[in-house]
């Protein structure tokens, strides 16, 4: 089987291309950018489905994840033009936990797609990622401080490399059409618990600080759009009781529980020293 994956140097593709590799299928990237070294790779634009299908050619199945909120992609004309027999799709959580939100619209259209075009299809709904801490990584090299809104909101983030392990099982085997994944971590953790996570991994102390909305909205309209903005801080800040939920999907699909924040601290110190 040939396996079409986009997104695949990111914090779920590149475990999920190591994946389906180890299991012996065929994976061929697709990026406007370079792929993964020593995998067949296509430059090409997923709002340009024309361009696409080069890329498609013979492949039976497709990870699909979209850059930023989605609203580029026509999601049926990228289908049409693949003709997939497996889809696998990587949504948000927001999708299903706020249908009416403006921030999340572009996916749910995405969804919506793929439900009509794929023959097989999964869809992950994933929470916010451990990697999401990433953005802090700067701050704590240098002055050892995160700074976060709601400091003590707390919500089960989960580890991408999981995602990917949920997404490897629903491209190569049977018993995942049709069904919805709810992906999150195995606890409820706030921003101030995962900077403590970060100070245990790296044996010093981090401190942290409380962002107002206002300073939080300012920094994350440096790269999200203002609908986004408002639909991250809304989550963050007043999250739904289906948004608190500890999910057991990927438990069931992986066998084992799903990776704490701590633990990804712990093999992503590096990054915080």
Do not use: C
Not at 177 to 185: C, F, Q, S
Not at 241 to 261: K, M, W
């Amino acid at each position: 089987m040939t396996i079409v994956v986009t997104g695949a140097t990111g914090n779920v593709g590149a475990p999920l291309v190591r994946a389906l590799l180890d299991a012996g299928a065929k994976v061929r990237t697709v990026s406007r950018g370079d792929g993964p070294q020593g995998v067949p790779h296509v430059r090409a634009d997923l709002s340009s489905p024309d361009g696409l299908r080069a890329a498609f050619d013979g492949a039976e199945a497709l990870f699909l994840l979209v850059s930023g909120a989605g609203a580029h992609v026509d999601a049926g004309a990228l289908l049409a033009a693949g003709g997939f027999a497996r889809v696998v799709l990587l949504s948000s959580q927001a999708a299903g936990t706020r249908p009416e939100s403006a921030s999340h619209a572009p996916l749910r259209a995405i969804e919506a797609a793929v439900r009509q075009h794929a023959p097989q299809w999964t869809i992950l709904r994933p929470g916010g990622f451990h990697t999401n801490a990433f953005a802090w990584a700067e701050s704590v090299r240098t002055t050892r401080t995160v700074a976060a809104p709601f400091g003590d909101v707390g919500l089960p983030s989960v580890d991408p490399a999981d995602i990917a392990g949920v997404a490897a099982a629903a491209l190569l085997d049977d018993g995942h059409a049709g069904r919805v994944y709810e992906l999150t971590g195995p606890a409820a953790v706030t921003p101030r618990e995962r900077a403590g996570a970060i100070a245990e991994a790296l044996g010093e102390p981090v401190r942290f600080v409380e962002q107002s909305v206002d300073e939080a909205r300012a920094q994350l309209s440096r790269f999200m759009p203002e609908a986004v903005v408002e639909g991250t801080l809304a989550i963050l800040g007043t999250p739904t009781a289906a948004e608190r939920r500890i999910s057991p999907d990927v438990a069931t699909v992986l066998g084992r529980p799903a990776g704490s924040f701590a633990d990804w601290a712990r093999r992503a110190v590096e990054a915080f020293r």
